[in-house]
């Protein structure tokens, strides 16, 4: 059996979510990492028995290196991707695949060109809950759904966002409380609900002393006709967990961050509960690695046999179209349309 060789860019926080989930995975080893800031590099590499690359070209060259995982900041997404696939190599990105249209397209036609994969996290996709509705929704249990909820009240404190000066601003975070905590949810009910025609937004700086929003309230049509309310927001001290209620022609589902509460399908509530693993609304590292590594997994998987990963870059762009239409309808102050893409 092949082992997959595994190299990181960016070895910071989500750096360590990755190394773990790259361990626990039979064929596949982490081989090096690369990091604008060599010393991170040598250390992040000494403790993990990999190599530190002193240079990007490095790490591209090196025929050990089947899959690059970009772990920098969200506005080096796009170039890195870009870099990657010329060199001929598998990508794993972290969210947002990126934060610009232009860049969308870019990766896009990129990605195809060179024939590589590429697998955008989207972790919250593979917790067992969510496989749960997932089933229930395409089996048609809760009917059409006609409604969905969403709260995220998150906090990040001030030192969140001063200690690190990429977080907060437009250039390298692309966005605030939507697209850096937010995408995950966005990304959620745009896969469970489906595609989302229209939208109205309001983005807000109220608290932090940031540039781009800490708190974002959005009314959602989806083409299927339901609608939706999306509000989140890094400001309700101290942090509680995400809420999502999803309401259909036969019943309702409401989720607590990966928890199920209330299974009230069919007119049955046969709720089997499963412990949370997440504590995300207070701390943004306080993740298991296990659904990074079935998102690794799905990746070899999808290279093994020559398919399309399941967040490949057409699936990774949804949540940052919407998240974009978002800012667009609030800085406009006008009803947003989504195209087709
Ligand atoms: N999936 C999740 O739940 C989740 C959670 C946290 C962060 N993230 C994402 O992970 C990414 C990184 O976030 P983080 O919290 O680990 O950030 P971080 O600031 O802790 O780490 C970023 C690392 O990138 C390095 N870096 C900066 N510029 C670089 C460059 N030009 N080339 C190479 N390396 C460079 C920094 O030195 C640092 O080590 C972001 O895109 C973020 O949205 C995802």
């Known amino acids: 059996m092949k082992t997959f060789g595994f190299a990181l860019i960016g070895c910071g926080g989500i750096a360590n979510i990755h190394k773990e989930a790259i361990k626990n995975i039979t064929n596949a080893k982490l081989v090096g990492v690369f990091d604008a800031n060599q010393s991170k590099a040598i250390s992040f590499a000494k403790e993990n028995e990999a190599r530190a690359y002193s240079s ?147 983005c807000e700086t109220v608290m932090h002393h940031i540039e781009v929003e800490d708190s974002a309230l959005i009314n959602l049509t989806f083409k299927n006709g339901a609608t939706g309310y999306y509000n989140c927001n890094t400001i309700s001290k101290p942090g509680y967990p995400r809420r999502i209620e999803f309401i259909g022609e036969k019943g309702r589902i409401v989720l607590e961050e990966d928890t199920i509460i209330e299974w009230n399908v069919n007119s049955k509530n046969d709720l089997t509960s499963n412990e949370s693993k997440l504590e995300t609304g207070k701390n943004f590292l306080a993740l298991p690695y296990e659904y990074h590594k079935l998102q690794f997994e799905d990746l070899i998987d999808s290279i093994i046999n020559n398919r399309k990963p399941i967040v490949d870059e057409y699936e990774g762009a949804k949540a940052v179209r919407i998240i974009l239409a978002a ?15």
Not at 330 to 340: D, M
Request: with cysteine; aromatic share 6%.
């Open 56 to 202: 990007l070209e490095e790490l591209l060259h090196d025929p050990m290196v089947d899959i690059v995982n970009i772990c920098t900041p969200s506005g080096l997404h796009a170039q890195y991707i870009i870099e990657a696939a010329k060199a001929k190599k598998n990508v794993v990105v972290e969210k947002p695949m990126v934060i610009k249209e232009e860049e969308i397209q870019e990766v896009q036609r990129v990605i195809k060109e060179n024939g590589v994969k590429i697998e955008v996290v989207s972790q919250l996709r593979f917790t067992e809950s969510i496989r749960r509705i997932k089933e229930a929704i395409d089996n048609n249990e809760l009917g059409n759904i006609k409604n969905v909820n969403y709260i995220m009240n998150y906090y990040r404190d001030e030192e969140y966002y001063s200690s690190s000066g990429w977080r907060g601003t437009w250039k390298m975070d692309g966005g605030g409380a939507l697209m850096n905590q937010g995408i995950h949810g966005i990304d959620l009910i745009q896969y469970l609900v489906g595609d989302v025609a229209s939208l109205d937004a309001k």
């Open 327 to 341: 800012y667009q309808s609030s800085r406009e102050k006008k009803r947003v349309i989504l195209n087709e893409n």
